[in-house]
């Protein structure tokens, strides 16, 4: 049944404007901002005498990362919306009677809005890609083209933010009911990581600053912060040492506030109850009177 479950939300999204409206909006927020890096919108004026260049790994990590945190905004109407719809129809009790187990219901939820999530983030990198191959770039503004680059990106940062940044709003959104919370919720993560930022400022606390990112922003600024600009424009992104605990360290995160969120779910509870009503209905219907 996880698999039945799991096509269903996949073709409702793919059946659903907000899906499109949510791509498109992700593909020209990121070919917008990387193409005024590279001077693609004719503002050479403004990028010209930068000597980094616009696609450089570090730069292509940085761009895509910024562009993603909008996007984790979004994660509430589309991770944490495939279980709220039987909430807000007040038709999970129903769904609760059909012969699956809470396993297949609980994960077929979690993974289809996350694969949902993956999409939009990936739609982020190819409108990055795209902007880079247009001829009205500033050629003293870009690097050779690596496709590693993008790679490194989306296994090392990407796919493992989204992740942690999926299970954390399917978690909210599932014990409150309201999608509105999830949002509530990932606003106040980023203000609270910002003034950790802050606090964690200085040489002392660096490498705990790195550990408690969950993006690994601030973990790969430690590796690089003492880089040339040639280095910046021509070494790739580092993985090792302080980032590859912290990558652990936020996966295994996500990994517990799933769990525990799957054992918390009260799923047999609302199941034996709804089936409960449904033999008293019938006890009381005229036959068996």
């Known amino acids: 049944m996880f698999n039945t479950i799991f096509w269903f939300e996949i073709k409702s999204w793919f059946t659903s404007i907000s899906f499109y409206l949510y791509m498109a909006g992700a593909f020209i927020v990121a070919a917008f901002f990387m193409g005024t890096a590279t001077g693609a919108f004719d503002m050479a004026s403004v990028t010209v005498t930068s000597l980094n260049k ?10 895509i990362l910024g562009v993603c945190s909008f996007a984790y905004l979004l994660l509430p109407n589309i991770v944490g919306s495939t279980i709220h719809k039987d909430y807000k129809s007040n038709i999970h009790k129903l769904m609760y009677s059909f012969p699956f187990s809470k396993r297949d219901y609980f994960f077929a939820k979690f993974f289809s809005g996350f694969a949902i999530a993956l999409i939009l983030v990936t739609v982020i990198g190819i409108g990055v890609l795209l902007i880079t191959f247009s001829p009205t770039n500033n050629v003293e503004l870009m ?11 989306y296994l090392f ?23 509105i919370a999830g949002f509530v919720a990932m606003v106040a993560f980023y203000i609270l990581q910002s003034v950790a930022d802050v606090m964690l400022n200085n040489r002392d606390w660096a490498e705990l600053a790195g550990l408690l990112d969950p993006t690994g922003a601030s973990t790969l600024v430690h590796h690089i912060k003492y880089w040339t600009i040639i280095e910046n424009n021509e070494n790739p992104i580092p993985f090792e040492g302080l980032l590859i605990w912290n990558r652990i360290i936020w996966i295994s995160v996500g990994l517990l506030i799933l769990l525990a969120s799957y054992f918390s779910f009260e799923f047999h509870s609302e199941k034996e109850g709804w089936n409960l009503f449904k033999k008293k209905k019938a006890l009381a219907s005229p036959k068996h009177v």
């Open 54 to 63: 616009a696609n450089a790994p570090v730069a292509l990590l940085g761009m």
């Open 143 to 153: 690097a050779p083209f690596d496709g590693m680059a993008y790679l490194k990106t």
């Open 157 to 179: 940062f990407v796919i493992p933010n989204t992740f942690f940044f999926s299970c954390f709003v399917f978690a909210i959104v599932t014990f409150s009911r309201n999608i």
